[in-house]
């Protein structure tokens, strides 16, 4: 069985890629793409797994954020020159969707799911307060001060601001990222007794094994982002004709983006590893952020594309409400099914409040 998986993990990256290559020259049924598209996501966890097991904590959680942040940011560049007349809000949608979706929608369920299996569940409060602390200043800095700057009219930055606070964006990050991987490495560790994977003390795999999967891991992702933008017009259209708004489109993209950390986030918490869940769900909202602004930021002003950034009063209190909610969620080092179900809640909010403004 264990082979079996191994060959289809392998392949399923490939078949991904092919099926999201030929259906831009030939027309694929809808259904069959979206088929491929969750086999990827199987795969991408997969091999995310096995590069995470060799390399050990934090730094598999790491790569896995770091790998979907680049494809997702290669995504919206790539649609943002696409389609230059929806450019100028769709990096602000997309990346205030994905940290809805991480801090509500996947936070509440690994905080969920863990629960229901293992009543209370904990975790290292000096890492997670130390991420929290970081994306509460990258959110802020990015979606909600742009409202209050009067350089330029609007929720914009001017160009010497955007510059600025993509540095400041990517400095935040890479302190972060050295912080958790380097000089206090341990804040991130869960602990001795949190292993409850069954897998946790196999034997690793070979490098040759872990390079591969390495491999295979951003041909999964590639296949992801690729096959989610190719639906993404077919999504369009259906929620056109259901009169949705155009902000529906960049959530249900962020979650298609995040869909491999978030299968990789539920299955440790279920594990009983809360401390890695947090570590894969956190990262990914720093990575979204802290990588994706400079991105748009270069794009914008060296092709002179003007975006807007931030938010309108509703979405900045509803971001507000989440990062005061996740502080008070984390404080303590522990969790149960209530705080998981506030965050399911809160991203339910989120969402009947995209579709009903």
Do not use: W
């Not at 995504?75 to 100028?88: F, G, R, S, V, W």
């Not at 440790?268 to 894969?280: F, I, K, P």
């Not at 971001?319 to 149960?336: D, E, H, K, P, Y």
Request: with cysteine; aromatic share 6%.
């Amino acid at each position: 069985m264990n082979i079996l998986r191994r060959h289809a993990s392998d392949a399923l990256p490939i078949m991904g890629i092919l099926v999201a290559v030929a259906s831009l020259s030939i027309g694929l049924s809808p259904v069959f793409v979206a088929m491929v598209l969750g086999g990827s996501v199987v795969a991408a966890v997969h091999h995310a797994e096995v590069v995470a097991h060799r390399v050990g904590e934090p730094f598999g959680t790491l790569i896995l954020a770091l790998a979907v942040t680049v494809i997702e940011v290669g995504l919206i560049l790539a649609l943002m020159q696409a389609e230059p007349e929806k450019a100028q809000t769709l990096a602000r949608d997309t990346v205030f969707a994905a940290v809805m979706v991480i801090l509500n929608l996947l936070m509440g369920l690994c905080l969920l799911v863990g629960s229901i299996r293992h009543h209370e569940q904990r975790f290292q409060r000096t890492g997670i307060g130390a991420a929290l602390a970081t994306l509460t200043v990258l959110t802020v800095v990015s979606l909600v001060l742009p409202n209050f700057t009067s350089s330029v009219p609007g929720p914009r930055y001017s160009n010497t601001q955007l510059a600025f606070v993509a540095v400041v964006s990517l400095i935040l990050y890479a302190t972060f990222a050295l912080v958790q991987t380097v000089r206090h490495r341990y804040y991130f560790l869960p602990d001795a007794e949190d292993v409850g994977e069954p897998d946790a003390h196999a034997e690793p795999p070979s490098n040759q094994r872990t390079l591969l999967s390495g491999a295979m891991l951003l041909a999964s992702l590639v296949a992801v982002v690729l096959l989610a933008k190719n639906l993404s017009p077919v999504i369009g259209d259906l929620l056109a004709s259901a009169g949705a708004p155009p902000a529906v489109l960049g959530v249900i993209i962020a979650a298609l983006v995040l869909a491999p950390e978030g299968v990789a986030a539920i299955r440790a918490a279920r594990a009983d590893r809360l401390q890695t869940s947090l570590n894969l769900a956190l990262g990914s909202a720093l990575a979204t952020i802290g990588l994706t602004i400079p991105a748009v930021a270069m794009l914008s002003i060296f092709a002179d594309m003007p975006i807007s950034l931030g938010l309108d009063a509703k979405s900045s209190v509803l971001l507000f409400l989440s990062l005061i909610v996740a502080s008070q969620t984390l404080a303590n080092g522990r969790t149960t099914v209530l705080q998981g179900t506030i965050h399911l809640m809160l991203f339910a909010i989120y969402l009947f409040t995209t579709f009903v403004p």
